[in-house]
């Protein structure tokens, strides 16, 4: 036992990892003991076991496997964290547990999984075991099949999702081992239990006898269902029910049971099949066919692939098109059917995805009823029925209504029992009263039709609308009918049998689907919601349509009189016309005789005393009593309305009046009164009176229909007067009445007229009274009067203007019989139209509306979809004209909808928002008619809101909103589509979805259940990556909830991740607070619209102020973050805490604990904690770092930290910025935690915390450093390879910091452990990571040499190389440069190391090396390092970068050269500096007041170090000793940065390289970095050509600048052969055209300077041609005239100036002949001939290039003769080549030229051995010699000879060659003679350092023995004292080709702040141009001008005491200087 008392001491947690298994089995033991024990399930013991669990329960020995599943059992039970295991745990049992003899072990994995369930995690449960039933080992598979029976017997089918388990279970049945087998069928019974017969579809494949004996099995089930007897934890309250019930005995609830049986629909369980792809590819064309048989074939495939129950969503716009076809036009029977069957298949396949297509389909199956034959009409009905189920009544009641008139008895009959078969599918909530009333008014008419079928059906559908709704709601449609009729309907009502039983909702088979059954479960009052708030325009729209005649004049949202019309028929008083005696009878029993014998008497007193009496017996009548009609017909008889004395008519008309108001007046008495009346309206005595009747009788009988009674009387009349005034009252009695149930459409005309009228009176009228109408209608009215004449509308448009803003008065006079029941009756109806503008929607239906269904043709519909977007332009053109033409049109727009469905995703943008433009002009003008078509039509234009471009989002949300004005909002929220498109994963189209929806849904009272389908969107948009989605979501979310409810919302949490789910539920406690108030019901009041604004304006008025807290009060709870900071009571944190809450932020934020790192390290190594190691940090994880933080963190900066917003999170890391310094040793306690969080910063898109994070880093470790902390594994493992994943950002500025970071990272962590993070960075798949990680890599080597390369040298370097085939450019470069780092350390090794490479990798490789050959010996580590350090970080403050001594002015020589050439020189030479400011360095007092400008210039600028701007990268110094540590890979970096598209950057580059470049002694260091420079310098030219000069934002000096220093480099460069040699054929050619091109550029003649620089381009050129290998440069020149003959695109000027660099180079090829390849050259002109041969070269538009040709041809045949055709050998088949031939003849031509200078060698003593030359020789001998004097190397030999050969032939006469050089030439070449002459005959002998050697070729001109002139010195001074600005003499023509590159200052001097120089003479030289103009040419030009007379100065004094002094001035300089 010795052994065993180790382990006995050992903790818990360390005894279950033993490898004993008698340890383990007692840890486990103690372990569950301990589990039990712990009372607190937040306990942080439970923490420590996390990571065990899994292998308590998998453990190898069986007993102590058991003990460890008792003890996981435990935990899982009692410990909160256990959720984090399931997954892990799970898997576990299933593969270790369930495959154990023993039953107790599988007992208990089975009780584990049951208990994970329990504690929420059933989904990841679920998983697990179905991956189970996956494996091979059957006991494993019955296991799982078992665990999943209990978890649904136990937990019931809410909780065990069942559509997974039936998907798998059809395969279990087929499984070889019977166990499986019959596991699965106990498993099936138990599944139908909870679903009943949703479970037979998905089986119906299974084995025939397996069936069987499930359905005999399935029939002994009992039929309550099953009840759920486990609970989740959140179920507690269920729980505690469940366990009364038992108590009590099981009395169940029902309405549970009904929803749990209902819980399921088959379909949900089926999984949907793609058809569409399947279709036959001909199927289009079939379908078409002549031969019925191959339509056939075409449906029999179709008919095959509709049969699959469900159908995966598409885009079957053309396959319904095409059955459609069939169904209405095919001849054939037969095909009819299949068509239809189908449709019946797509529409059951589809369900509510069908609904889109339900409106183009169903008008031609119920047209199609006419068919008589019994299976196509049965094909029919299956086919309406299932489309039917895809859509509501309401969309398709206007295709019923459409048929109901039809003239076949067929057609009305089926159309009638297919709505008593819809009936019985509806509820009371889908069939509301506005949907009912016209199909009912439809079916009475059938009622009486002469057909018995047509009657039966009517009847059955009437009964069956009754059984449904009822029969007090359809009892008032049918006052029409006779009590037989009613009887018949009430006994089809008992015989019917609903689809959902007696409650007569749930929706028949699951198939009206779920959105109608959720709301029937509910309690009713809400269930009749849904379909109401969208009600009202639909039911106008059809009433409007039926034939059911007054019901026209019927209006929605009537409070008073609009109703009657049909409801209240029945109550409004009805007379017959009683004839004249009958009425006198009556009239005498109430009034006396004596007023009925003076009614008409001839005696006018007579008269009115009668009217006197008739009145007194009105006013005491009972109103019972009182005969109206007769009373009235009394008044009318004679002489009645024609009464002449207007006392008597007054009294008339007032008893009129009284009649009305008094009696039960009828429509009839009315109509006896209102002529009278209408005739005296306009009477001036008897006007009023009359006017006070109409009122009268409009009380009575309504406004309404006595306004429409008069207005056409008075127009049937000609008196104007009457006219105007009748129109005067009714404008008054609207306003008094309100505008309830106006028929618009009866007055309109009438209106137009009196607008035509000749009597302005009558005009005015009108114009008044629709004034008054727009009051109540408002924009539509205008509708009616677009074609009036402009002066016209113009006045009816000021009157609108006038009524503008104001709302209408409120209704003061009613109609009388709104008698009490029927304000009950309004009352229901308002509160149905949801209070939405009555009066406005109205105006819609009551416009004369076109059918332009016809107008949308075939043709115009293929227009519309056409290839060329031209024609679907046109197309789309017509449309708009057919509807603006038609102005108002009904709904039937054909095939239009889905033509412009495709228009809508046109590629071509302005397509698109032409459609949106379309389908508002369509809203517009089809009114309320536009529902049906929203799915088809306005869900689209959903979608379009996904539009990347701004302009059209908006356009596509103005449609939206044009449309909802029509729709209502309840088509759009009804079914999936919304949800679908919220899908989408589009942040467009999800913050213009959601913006629009949170201000939509305040101002709903009611919305479809369907809305629910949103949420899931809705929660992913809360945590879009993308800010804006996110607001707009978190604004939606008050809204949705106020809708949905808090509760609801917060039960569908439940399927969110655990870190996600934390989110929500806080952000919807926050809704909660501010949460909308549902709008009230409307006010009920009169006056429809009246009534409905007020109504409207409060609900909105109360959701405004909630919603505008929301987003307000962001600001005030900054720190409290309480929901809506402004309501005392929302808000979480009372503000005096807030306040509190600030001050304990100034406390420290990270909290010392000692040992605590080394305790989180612990955990991790003992895999207590999970390991920081993921490829996203999944929820456990960041659960993890919350908890560990929490102790050490402080508590608010922890909430910040892990707070959704990311602004908060840039909050924190700013706090921790600020606290870096102050609370360091804390910071680095708390680093590893740090360090993580980070981690999981970088796996957010938010760039703003992303470079927070990366600058707090950089501080961090700079800190880290200074106290010299190292990094452990632990901090270092778990957060560089997540660091190493940000250096493959896409944004620079991101790689830039990672990149400094990780250099860094290098000082407080050893190199070598970076190294293998990086080489797991060069496996990603982001090729920017892997080039920079490459990059790296190299730079490590560089730094710290080949000991970093971990695990071994040879093993990175193989992994390395093989990123040489790399398919990236950039990674291909990297890991070369690499490589090549390499090869810098150690040298040939490199190639053992890289081991084997393919060919054409290692021949890249061999390149670069062999280009970097620049071999720098490995440098000291440390060094680089600090180099490298200099280089990542601009900001050291130490970097001297080209920092000039103080006393050294930019424009001097740099003192390395000064060293350089002192030290070369062969005896004590003067320093070269003296030349330019002698006066300064003396500092000679004697001058300064002669010129004082010239000192105080000096000490400003040069007693101060200039500043100059630092560089980005680490300069390239200009010391010396500096020099040899610079590697080849500086220099490569230095040149990459010169084609940086950053102007600055690329500046600071060049200046780097001039600082290189302009020291001869270090200038080698280019070598083998030639080309590569080139090619980045035209690259920049190019850019700066093409971006920058294009880009007016840039300022053109920064370009010039750019540009000088270019050129400068240029200069340097082509100075010295040994470099310019190196550049090759295809660069130079290149940079040519980039010269060339630039020379060209004319936006560079406009800046000021551009001349200036056009000339050093100039020169450049010649430079280059001079400088370079001539072979290159002429192979070069030639290939770019070949390409620049070849392309049309550029300047024509380009080929001129080729070729004139061509000419050039001709000239001179007597010189360099014998350095040319010919061979290659010869090769270039084959090529060249072979695109242009001779006939192609002469049409070009210019012979030159011809000529240039020849001409080159001819020159180099004359200087090789014969030979010449030794040189072909690189051209193939030359026999075919045209340029063999053409050397051939030209040879022979020059036969007796050849000879001549056959022998170059000879040439110079030849012209002295013939003394008699012809003339041609003397020229072609002084050619020569000027050429040499004009080059720059052989000008001092040129001038010998000319000398010589004047001595010789003393006659000759120079002037033919001099007359065309410049002045200056001239006198150039006179001095030269002079001085050589002077020189020969030994006169002067004074020796000069002063010339400036060329190319450091001979330190100074000594050896030539030459001597100057006083005069030489005195003329260089004044050059000097000019370059200082202190002579004004300005300087002209500079001058070719001679220049000299000690005279540009460095470009470095550019570079500084301040100006170095002052004169703009000097400009030139300072700021421009770095052009390199020889100083030579300064003295010999200044010689020339001193020479004439415009130049004398006065200070000039005589040559020799000038020369005096100058000499005691050097003398001086040069001891000081010693």
């Known amino acids: ?341 189908c449709l019946a298949g797509l529409a059951s396949g589809l369900r509510k995805k069908f609904g889109t297509y339900a409106g183009q389909v169903a008008p031609t199956i119920l047209e199609k009823f006419k068919e008589k034959k019994p299976q196509v009409v049965q094909a029919l009905q299956e086919a309406i029925d299932a489309i039917f189920h895809t859509t509501t009544l309401q969309n398709l009641s206007e295709d019923i209504l459409g048929v109901m008139d039809n003239k076949n008895p067929s057609i009305k009959q089926q159309a009638s029992l297919f709505l008593a078969r819809s009936f019985r599918h509806c509820t009371q909530a889908t069939l509301p009263k506005s949907v009912l009333k016209p199909l009912c008014a439809a079916l009475i008419k059938q009622v009486n039709d002469s057909a018995p079928e047509v009657r039966d059906a009517a009847f059955e559908a009437l009964g069956t609308a009754m059984k449904v709704v009822g029969e007090k709601a359809v009892n008032p449609f049918l006052t029409d009918l006779d009590k037989l009729k009613l009887d018949k309907i009430k006994e089809c009502a008992d015989k019917v049998e609903l689809a959902g039983g007696k409650k007569g909702a749930g929706g028949g088979g699951g198939a009206s689907g779920g959105g109608d059954k959720k709301p029937a479960a509910r309690a009713p009052p809400p269930a009749e919601a849904p379909s109401k708030s969208s009600a009202p325009p639909k039911k106008t729209q059809t009433a409007s349509k039926s034939s059911a005649g007054p019901p026209k004049k019927g209006k929605p949202s009537s409070a008073a009189g609009g109703k009657t019309k049909k409801s209240s028929d029945s109550k409004e008083i009805t007379e017959t016309e009683l004839s004249v005696e009958v009425c006198e009878d009556l009239a005498a029993g109430v009034l006396p005789a004596s007023c009925l014998q003076q009614l008409d008497s001839a005696n006018w007193k007579e008269r009115l005393a009668s009217m006197e009496e008739f009145q007194r017996a009105v006013e005491t009548m009972d109103k019972a009593q009182m005969p109206c009609q007769a009373l009235v017909r009394m008044l009318a008889k004679k002489p009645g309305w024609k009464e002449t004395n207007f006392q008597v008519m007054q009294m008339k008309l007032h008893i009129v009046a009284l009649i009305a108001q008094r009696g039960q007046f009828s429509k009839t008495s009315a109509s006896v009164a209102l002529d009278g009346l209408v005739d005296k309206v306009g009477d001036v005595k008897c006007g009023g009176n009359a006017k006070e009747g109409l009122t009268a009788i409009g009380q009575a009988c309504s406004l309404p229909w006595t306004a429409e009674q008069a207005v056409s009387m008075v127009f049937a009349q000609k008196n104007p007067k009457n006219q105007a005034e009748t129109l005067n009252w009714l404008a008054n009695a609207i306003k008094e009445f309100g505008f309830t149930g106006i028929n618009v459409k009866a007055f309109i005309n009438n209106v137009k007229t009196a607008l035509g009228a000749t009597n302005p009176a009558v005009r005015t009228a009108a114009i008044t009274l629709l004034g008054v109408m727009y009051l109540y209608m408002g924009a539509p009215l205008r509708m009616f009067f677009e074609d009036e004449k402009p002066a016209l509308l113009a006045q009816i448009d000021a009157e609108f203007e006038k009524m503008q803003g104001q709302s209408p008065p409120a209704p003061i006079r009613f109609t009388k019989k709104a008698a009490t029941e029927e304000e ?149 929220l009804e079914g999936e589509d919304l949800s679908e498109e919220l899908k989408r994963e589009n942040p467009f189209l999800r913050q213009e979805v959601l913006g629009w929806l949170a201000e939509k849904l305040p101002t709903l009272r009611t919305v479809p259940g369907d809305l629910m389908l949103c949420i899931p969107q809705l929660y992913a948009c809360l945590e879009d990556r993308n800010g804006d989605v996110r607001k707009k979501a978190q604004d939606a979310l008050p809204t949705f909830m106020m809708h949905l409810g808090y509760d609801k919302m917060n039960k569908a949490t439940g399927k969110l991740k655990p870190a996600s789910k934390d989110q929500v539920v806080g952000m919807l406690e926050k809704a909660r607070a501010v949460m909308p108030a549902k709008p009230a019901a409307p006010a009920k009041a009169g006056g429809g619209k009246g009534s409905a604004e007020p109504s409207r304006a409060a609900s909105a008025s109360r959701s405004q102020p909630a919603n505008e807290d929301f987003p307000d009060s962001k600001p005030e709870t900054k720190k409290v973050r309480g929901g809506a900071a402004k309501k005392g009571a929302a808000a979480k944190k009372p503000a005096a805490k807030g306040m509190k809450d600030d001050e304990d932020r100034s406390g420290p934020i990270f909290i010392l604990v000692p040992n605590a790192k080394e305790q989180r390290i612990k955990e991790e190594k003992q895999l207590k904690i999970l390991k920081w190691n993921f490829n996203t940090p999944r929820d456990e994880y960041v659960e993890q770092l919350k908890t560990q933080m929490s102790t050490c963190f402080a508590k608010w900066l922890q909430d910040e930290l892990f707070h959704f917003d990311f602004q908060r999170h840039v909050k924190a890391i700013g706090v921790m910025i600020e606290r870096l310094e102050s609370e360091s040793e804390a910071t680095i306690s708390c680093l590893d935690l740090i360090l993580k969080w980070f981690t999981l910063r970088f796996f957010d898109t938010n760039t703003t915390v992303l470079m927070k994070v990366l600058e707090y880093l950089k501080l961090m470790f700079a800190m880290l450093n200074r106290e010299n902390y190292h990094l452990t594994e632990y901090e270092a493992n778990s957060f560089v390879p997540y660091l190493i994943l940000k250096v493959g950002e896409s944004k620079d500025v991101v790689r830039k910091d990672v990149r400094a970071i990780l250099t860094m990272l290098c000082k407080v962590y050893p190199a070598s452990k970076v190294f293998p993070f990086l080489m797991d960075g060069t496996k990603s798949k982001n090729s920017k990571q892997r080039a920079e990680c490459l990059e790296e890599l190299g730079c490590l080597i560089e730094s710290y040499g080949m000991n970093v390369c971990q695990p071994t040298p040879a093993k990175s370097l193989k992994e390395i190389a093989v990123h040489i085939g790399d398919r990236d450019t950039s990674v291909r470069n990297a890991a070369l440069n690499t490589v090549v780092a390499v090869y810098n350390v150690c040298g040939e090794q490199v190639y053992k190391l890289i081991g084997n490479l393919s060919e054409k990798d290692m021949s890249m490789l061999e390149e670069r090396i062999k280009r970097s050959a620049k071999k720098t010996p490995a440098a000291p580590a440390k060094q680089t390092a600090t180099e490298r350090s200099q280089r990542e970080h601009p900001t050291n403050p130490n970097a001297t970068f080209l920092r000039k001594p103080a006393q050294e002015d930019p424009n001097k020589l740099n003192q390395a050269r000064q060293n350089a050439q002192h030290s070369e020189s062969s005896h004590p030479s003067i320093p070269k500096e003296f030349q330019l400011d002698l006066d300064m360095i003396e500092m000679d007092q004697s001058r300064v007041c002669e010129l004082p400008d010239l000192v105080q210039h000096k000490l400003d600028e040069l007693l101060e170090p200039i500043m100059i701007p630092e560089p980005k990268m680490r300069a390239v110094s200009p010391h010396f000793d500096d020099l040899h540590n610079s590697t080849a890979s500086t220099i490569n970096f230095v040149i990459s940065q010169v084609a940086s598209g950053d102007i600055n950057t690329s500046i600071q580059a060049l200046a780097q390289i001039d600082e290189v470049l302009r020291q001869e002694d270090k200038a080698e260091v280019m070598s083998g970095h030639i080309d590569q420079f080139l090619i980045a310098t035209f690259m920049q030219l190019r850019l700066i050509y093409s971006t920058h000069m294009a880009d007016d934002r840039l300022d053109k000096k920064d370009i010039f600048k750019l540009y000088s220093c270019i050129i400068g480099n240029m200069l340097s460069l082509f100075s010295m052969e040994s470099l310019a040699r190196e550049a090759s054929m295809g660069v130079l050619k290149d ?95 084959h090529n060249f001939m072979k695109v242009f041969p001779k006939e192609k070269l002469k049409q070009l538009k210019s012979d030159v290039p011809h000529r240039t040709l020849k001409t080159l041809l001819h020159t180099l045949c004359k200087l090789t003769g014969a030979k010449i055709l030794d040189h072909l050998s690189m051209i193939e088949n030359r026999n075919e080549s045209e340029l063999e031939a053409h050397l051939r003849r030209v040879v022979k031509h020059s036969g007796n030229l050849s000879g001549l200078k056959s022998d170059r060698g000879n040439e110079k003593t030849g012209l002295h051995t013939e003394d008699r030359m012809s003339k041609t020789k003397v020229s072609d001998i002084l050619t020569e010699i000027f050429k040499k004097i004009g080059s720059k190397e052989n000008t001092k030999e040129g001038l010998t000879e000319l000398y010589e050969y004047k001595q010789k032939y003393s006659d000759v006469d120079l002037e033919p060659f001099l007359k065309n050089t410049s002045q200056f030439f001239q006198s150039y070449v006179e001095r030269g003679l002079r001085m050589i002459e002077s020189e020969r005959e030994g006169k002067a002998r004074i020796q000069t350092s002063a010339v400036i050697p060329q190319h450091g070729a001979d330190s100074n001109l000594s050896s030539n023995n030459e001597e100057l002139k006083p005069a030489v010195y005195y003329e260089r001074l004044k050059i000097l004292r000019q370059r200082q600005g202190l002579e004004n003499t300005s300087r002209q023509g500079t001058g070719g080709g001679e220049d000299e590159p000690q005279q540009r200052p460095p470009i470095s001097s550019l570079l500084s702040s301040k100006p170095s120089v002052a004169s703009s003479t000097d400009m030139l030289h300072s700021k421009l141009s770095q052009l390199k103009e020889s100083r030579e040419l300064y003295q010999q030009e200044h010689n020339a001008h001193s020479h004439s007379p415009t130049h004398t100065h006065t200070r000039s004094a005589s040559p020799a005491a000038n020369l005096d002094d100058l000499k005691k001035r050097l003398e001086r300089i040069k001891s000081n200087r010693q």
């Open 824 to 972: 009950g009756d309004d009352g229901e109806e308002q509160e149905e139209e949801g209070g939405g503008g009555g009066g406005g929607q109205d105006i819609m239906d009551l416009l004369p509306r076109t059918d332009i269904g016809d107008k949308i043709t075939s043709d115009l519909v293929s227009k519309i979809g056409d290839k060329n977007w031209k024609i679907r332009k046109e197309g789309l053109d017509e449309v708009a004209a057919i509807i603006s033409e038609a102005k108002f049109i009904t709904a039937n727009i054909g095939e239009l909808p889905l033509a412009l469905k495709g228009r809508l995703g046109d590629s071509n943008k302005i397509l698109v928002q032409q459609s949106l433009t379309i389908l508002q002009q369509l809203a517009t003008a089809m009114g309320p008619g536009l529902k049906q078509h929203v799915k088809a039509l306005g869900i689209p234009v959903i979608t379009v809101m996904g539009d990347s471009k701004p302009n059209v989002r908006a356009a596509a949300l103005a449609t939206l909103q044009a449309w909802v004005e029509q729709t209502g909002m309840k088509e759009w």
């Open 1 to 341: 036992m010795g052994d065993d008392s180790e382990w006995m001491k050992l903790p818990i947690d360390q005894k279950c990892e033993h490898k004993v298994w008698k340890a383990r089995l007692n840890g486990y033991e103690e372990a569950l003991k301990l589990f039990q024990r712990i009372e607190d399930e937040k306990s942080p013991e439970w923490g420590k076991y996390l990571g065990l669990i899994k292998k308590f329960v998998t453990d190898s020995n069986a007993v102590a496997q058991l003990k460890g599943l008792e003890a996981a059992l435990a935990f899982i039970e009692n410990a909160h964290v256990a959720g984090k295991t399931t997954g892990e745990v799970v898997s576990g049992v299933v593969t270790k547990v369930f495959n154990q003899p023993k039953a107790r072990a599988k007992e208990l994995g089975t009780d584990i999984c049951l208990m994970y369930i329990e504690i929420e995690k059933a989904e990841v449960v679920q998983d697990e075991l179905l991956k189970g039933l996956d494996n091979k080992n059957p006991k494993i598979v019955v296991a799982c099949i078992e665990a999943l029976r209990k978890a649904l017997s136990e937990f019931g089918s809410k909780i065990v999702t069942l559509k997974p388990v039936v998907k798998i279970l059809p395969k279990q049945f087929e499984s070889r081992e019977k166990a499986v087998r019959d596991e699965a069928k106990l498993l099936a019974i138990e599944i139908y239990k909870w679903i009943r017969d949703a479970l037979r579809p998905p089986l119906q494949n299974i084995n025939s006898v397996q069936l069987k004996e499930l359905e005999e099995e399935w029939v002994k089930l009992p039929s309550s269902p099953p009840k759920q007897i486990r609970f989740l934890r959140s179920q507690q309250d269920l729980k505690a029910k469940f366990e009364q019930q038992q108590a009590q005995g099981e009395q169940s609830d029902g309405e549970d049971e009904e929803e749990t049986v209902a819980a399921v629909d088959p379909y949900e369980l089926l999984e949907a099949v793609e058809i569409l792809s399947k279709m036959p590819k001909d199927f289009y064309e079939k379908i078409e066919a002549k031969k019925w048989q191959e339509r056939k074939e075409a449906l029999e495939a179709i008919e095959a692939l509709t049969k699959n129950p469900k159908l995966e969503n598409g885009d079957y716009g053309d396959l319904v098109r095409a059955l459609k076809k069939v169904v209405g036009k095919d001849a054939n029977v037969m095909l009819v059917t299949m068509a239809a069957k």
């Open 1631 to 1725: 940079l040519m055209h980039g010269l060339i091109t630039l020379m060209l550029d004319a936006r560079v003649e406009d800046i000021e300077e551009g001349q200036q620089l056009i000339r050093s381009v100039n020169l450049l050129v010649i430079r280059v041609m001079e400088k370079s290998d001539q072979t290159n440069i002429l192979s070069a020149l030639l290939v770019l005239l070949q390409d620049s003959l070849v392309s049309t695109a550029g300047s024509p000027m380009l080929p001129e100036l080729v070729m004139k660099c061509l000419w050039r180079m001709i000239r001179f090829l007597p010189e360099t002949i014998n350095n040319i390849n010919l061979d290659r050259i010869l090769l270039d002109v």
